[in-house]
């Protein structure tokens, strides 16, 4: 399985992370991607975006080194009642949308608030996708939520960062990829990069979804006639 974009990935606009936007596009060329994704942390993290970086995203090129540019964020869900840290009028100017739980935006509670939470952001239009679902330090109920995502039209990514730094995420993701395999739901795999150094670095997710037979027509970034089917581009 291959993948041709990285559309989950940071800038040193949030100050965890280390490249430039110019840094990050060379360096999705030279993997040989065809299109790739900035998402910086809304403006609730302790080190997000402030939201203009969002609402002047519009003004970049659709092309950057050859390569579809997609203008992204990663939305902080702020709360179980699925309140987020952008408004629509700003994600309605973005190309993709990921909604994820962080400890530094919100405490962890129980599986059913976190289920809850997942629940109520599925149904916000503003939101294309849920981010590092297995982190298990918010467990849901996978099900429920795969169910919801299917019904809704969002996708679940499958993030290859969260196999090495949120420790005990395997076996939810797997849980999820079955899930996701036994009720159609498309997923995107991302590196969830910080730096330039890990922009493209699938193989942890594409090996675990091998590894269960995950049909890759579901992988929504496994070919650019997908990746184009699914944002209309």
Not at 43 to 58: S, T, Y
Request: aromatic letters at 6%; charged letters at 20%; hydrophobic letters at 40%.
């Amino acid at each position: 399985m291959k993948t041709i974009a990285d559309l989950h990935m940071h800038t040193n606009v949030s100050q965890h992370a280390y490249s430039t936007l110019n840094e990050m596009a060379l360096a999705a060329k030279e993997k040989g991607l065809l299109a790739f994704g900035i998402t910086n942390h809304g403006p609730e993290m302790m080190d997000g975006a402030i939201a203009h970086h969002f609402l002047c995203m519009k003004g970049l090129p659709k092309q950057i080194h050859g390569l579809r540019f997609f203008a992204g964020a990663e939305v902080n869900i702020k709360s179980y009642e699925g309140r987020i840290d952008l408004p629509p009028a700003i994600l309605e100017n973005l190309d993709f949308v990921v909604a994820s739980y962080h400890v530094e935006a919100i405490s962890p509670s129980s599986l059913e608030d976190h289920t809850a939470g997942l629940l109520n952001i599925i149904e916000n239009p503003s939101i294309d996708c849920l981010g590092h679902i297995g982190n298990p330090v918010f467990r849901c109920d996978y099900e429920a939520v795969v169910k919801a995502c299917a019904k809704h039209h969002k996708l679940i990514e499958i993030n290859s960062n969260s196999f090495s730094v949120r420790p005990g995420s395997h076996e939810n993701c797997l849980e999820t990829a079955r899930l996701c395999k036994m009720h159609r739901v498309p997923v995107i795999i991302s590196s969830d990069a910080h730096s330039c150094y890990s922009v493209g670095d699938h193989g942890a997710a594409v090996e675990m979804l091998e590894s269960i037979g995950f049909p890759e027509e579901l992988v929504v970034n496994s070919s650019w006639d997908r990746l184009k089917e699914w944002f209309e581009i």
